[in-house]
């Protein structure tokens, strides 16, 4: 049931990249009210397999990472008319989703975990906090195309479909303000946790390490916008380094460490 | 029973044929009379810088001749009547055709620039300022004219986009500021265009703070039309630092926005952005200013690029918009049509009724010797027989006008019977 849960919120996920891709082919622009329907089918049927996920293990990580950055999308859309969002959440929500498949998703190891509060409530608020450093990313991605356009004179696709840079700065600055807290209450979370059912769990330095590293990479990327009153391309540029040196660092420390039954 | 169209629009006459034909508002009740006295059950009069048209219910055959003549007068001027004719600049469309051309009027398919939404304004000022004189057929037609408009832009994308300069101009800004509303504006020059553009960031909700001008009196004059604040341009340089949009229009022959003047202004704004509209011709504002950070330049070339753009697009929906008109055109015809016929059937079944009650009372001359009863059973029973033969044509009419095909059976009947002709038995 999880699995076909998960293979119908993929193929729904493939089918709003598609119609968000579908402009930069030829095709026409798909309503507004089919995007939305498409994306919100897809996350509420990946709701129901996210209930029924025990979060431990790469696998079901990347399964509410996916579902958080529809959600995301969304809200988006919803909130700020920014559409082109679905542009990078849609296939990259489909792609974590067939890994998570491909990964398993059952839990890996400790499934007992899984099913304590602090561990749910923490594995949730980071990776909400995570999701929203991606969307601050995406935010900051589709700032500097539409920049570029504007600055070449160029009217084509990018600049009739992406949304205003003032909408797309916005989008940035709440993504990131809405990601710190979130991504530190996750973190405070894991260690109490960790005090409380001191020995119930193992904890990774290389879990240690990617939190730490994360929680202060979205730390300075907020403090630049809002203490340094960083806005535009400047802070686009920051929040891209900021993501990109987070999926690195993870990816490294992933390689130094295989093995699935652990998101680190 | 007809509806007719004669007028002049941007396709048939140039502007300075146009202008002379346009009507203010308070010349149009005295210029429809005259064409009424002519002949005609009621008439509207659509006159905008486009179009001057007259649509027209029931015309008579004098009609078009009167149009012409009226219109004849202004070309030439009150005092030389008749001596330049307007008839080679206008044209004429007759029943469907003339519904047509109103939808497809009020649809903005027949505007100058594809899909424009003011002309849906035009035609229900002309229909308002023509209420009086309209007749009931005229009013249902403007009426269902807004509907077919209103539908065209809700069911195609013929009125998306930004399809001339000054829309255009507002639609860059948009994609750098998103809501406009609370945008500062500081204009430069006081060319027309640079005053359309305003007043369409205006109506977005942006502010016009400053206008400057070579001129300070010129600039005074525009600035208290928009509530703003006039300058010299001399002292316009350091207000680059603060403004959001800078529209320039000044008749200038050379570049007056020079690096060396506002370069020190935006190096001052914070990384925020400034948008640049030169809608001059030649250009106000030298190029490099365009490489400066966060400053977007936009000159005349480049937002007639978007305008192209968008009127391509448009252009692209003609089909669908065409297909509404036509569905209402035939729904309107059906409705006409079937209009007339319950007054014609009224008038054929009086006619042969007369008829039948002439041949019933010359037979009940020569039967003298029947028995009252007996008369009245041979009164009924022409009756009866009439009805039986009126039975099936009065069906087949009245279906036919469902089927908005009434209106050609109407005319057979009215030629095969003579009614609306007075040719009595």
């Given amino acids: 049931m999880l699995v076909y849960l998960h293979l119908a919120a993929l193929g729904l996920y493939g089918l709003s990249a598609a119609l968000a891709l579908a402009p930069f ?123 570029r356009e504007l600055k070449a004179k160029r009217f084509g696709q990018v600049f009739q479909l992406f949304p205003p840079l003032e909408r797309l700065d916005r989008l940035n600055h709440v993504a990131l303000v809405a990601g710190f807290p979130a991504l530190t209450v996750g973190v405070l979370l894991a260690v109490g946790y960790a005090v409380r059912y001191a020995g119930g769990m193992h904890v990774d330095p290389a879990q240690l390490v990617w939190g730490s590293f994360t929680w202060g990479v979205l730390g300075w990327t907020v403090w630049v916008r809002v203490a340094r009153h960083w806005a535009g391309r400047r802070a686009a540029f920051a929040s891209i380094v900021g993501f990109a040196a987070v999926v690195l660092v993870y990816v490294a420390l992933k390689l130094a460490q295989p093995g699935t039954e652990r998101f680190l | 029973m007809s509806i007719a169209v004669l007028g002049v629009n941007h396709r048939t006459a140039p502007l300075e044929v146009r202008e002379r ?49 009226l219109l004849g007068e202004r070309l030439s001027g009150r005092g030389d009547r008749g001596e330049r004719s307007a008839q080679p600049y206008g044209y004429a469309e007759r029943d469907r055709d003339a519904v047509r051309h109103l939808y497809r009027v009020s649809a903005g398919l027949d505007s100058m620039v594809l899909g424009e939404s003011q002309i849906q304004g035009q035609v229900r000022e002309a229909w308002e300022t023509s209420r009086p004189q309209a007749g009931p057929v005229l009013h249902r037609l403007f009426q269902s004219a807004l509907l077919v408009g209103a539908r065209v832009r809700t069911e195609t994308k013929l009125g998306t986009g930004t399809a001339s300069v000054p829309s255009a101009a507002v639609a860059v800004a948009s994609k750098i500021f998103g809501e406009l509303a609370g945008r500062s504006a500081l204009i430069l020059g006081a060319g027309d265009m640079a005053e359309l553009a305003a007043s369409c960031l205006v109506a977005e909700g942006a502010r016009v703070t400053l206008v400057a001008n070579r001129t300070y009196e010129r600039a005074r004059a525009i600035a208290e039309q928009l509530g703003a604040r006039a ?81 391509a697009q448009r252009r692209g929906e003609i089909p669908a918009a065409e297909h509404i008109v036509n569905e209402e055109v035939e729904r309107f015809w059906a409705w006409y049509g079937g209009l007339a016929v319950v007054p014609a059937l009224k008038e054929f079944r009086e006619r042969l009724d007369a008829v039948r009650a002439v041949e019933v009372d010359r037979a009940l001359r020569r039967f003298k010797h029947l028995p009252p009863e007996d008369r009245e059973q041979l009164d009924q029973f022409s009756k009866a027989l009439l009805n039986k033969f009126l039975h099936e044509p009065t069906v087949a009419l009245k279906a036919a006008a469902d089927r908005g095909r009434g209106y050609a059976l109407l005319e057979a009947l009215k030629e095969l019977f003579g009614l609306e002709r007075g040719d009595g038995p």
């Fill in chain 2, 231 to 311: 300058l010299t341009l001399d002292e316009a340089w350091s207000h680059f630092a603060d403004t959001d949009i800078a529209l320039c229009s000044t008749a200038a022959p050379h570049a007056v926005v020079t690096w060396e003047r506002v370069a020190p202004a935006i190096a001052g704004r914070g990384g925020r952005p400034l948008c640049i509209l030169d809608l001059a011709v030649p250009r106000d504002v030298e190029p490099a200013v365009g490489q400066l950070e966060n400053v977007f330049l936009y000159d005349v070339d480049d937002l007639q690029a978007v305008a192209g753009q968008a009127a």
């Fill in chain 1, 25 to 147: 082919a030829g095709f026409p622009v798909a309503s507004r009210r089919w995007t939305l329907w498409v994306a919100g089918v897809g996350a509420g049927i990946h709701t129901v397999g996210v209930a029924q996920l025990s979060l431990v293990g790469t696998g079901p990580a990347l399964s509410v990472l996916a579902w958080c950055l529809v959600l995301l999308q969304i809200g988006s859309e919803l909130l700020l008319r920014a559409a082109a969002v679905a542009l990078f959440t849609a296939p990259l929500a489909g792609g974590l989703v067939g890994l998570a498949l491909l990964l398993g998703l059952a839990p890996g190891a400790q499934p007992s975990a899984g099913r304590n509060m602090w561990f749910i409530l923490h594995v949730t608020l980071s990776v909400l906090g995570l999701a929203l450093l991606a969307l601050a990313f995406i935010s900051a991605a589709l700032y500097l195309l539409q920049f």
């Fill in chain 2, 21 to 69: 034909f346009a009507h203010a508002l308070h010349e149009v009740p005295g210029a429809l009379a005259r064409v009424l006295e002519a002949g005609a059950a009621g008439g509207v009069l659509l006159s905008t810088c486009n179009r001057t048209e007259f649509y027209l219910a029931e015309p008579q055959e004098a009609v078009p001749e009167a149009v012409w003549t």
